[in-house]
């Protein structure tokens, strides 16, 4: 059964930096997209970055400039590195495991990120 989690969430003054992880294990998916949610309080979880296996990357206009996302097949990994951080960017964030061999997309439990002002 393949497991997602993610990690390096935290409180960041508005400005400041953070650098999320995401790892899936329990079985080897080839050609799987990842990609990162998040969900703030009171709203609907929203897409903020995707990267292919082949690594073609897109983002949501609200972090685009801001956010990278890069990930190492090798290492089953993907990493969203967040600058220039806003409270809006407040939200737990949530990996996506997507591939055409998995019956449906796998989730992650989420971190919590939290932006002060």
């Known amino acids: 059964q393949v497991q997602v989690v993610e990690s390096g969430g935290g409180l960041v003054q508005a400005g400041g930096s953070l650098r999320l992880s995401c790892t899936y294990s329990?079985?080897?998916?080839?050609?799987?997209?990842m990609a990162w949610y998040r969900q703030a309080p009171g709203k609907q979880r929203e897409f903020v970055a995707h990267?292919?296996?082949?690594?073609?990357?897109d983002y949501a206009d609200s972090v685009h400039d801001r956010f990278t996302v890069s990930r190492h097949n090798g290492k089953n990994t993907m990493w969203l590195e967040m600058n220039s951080l806003k409270p809006e960017d407040t939200a737990v964030y949530y990996c996506?495991?997507?591939?055409?061999?998995?019956?449906?997309?796998?989730w992650g439990q989420g971190t919590q990120v939290t932006v002060s002002s």
């Open positions: 329990g079985a080897s998916v080839a050609a799987a997209t």
């Open positions: 996506k495991l997507s591939s055409q061999w998995l019956p449906r997309p796998v």
């Open positions: 990267v292919t296996s082949g690594g073609t990357t």
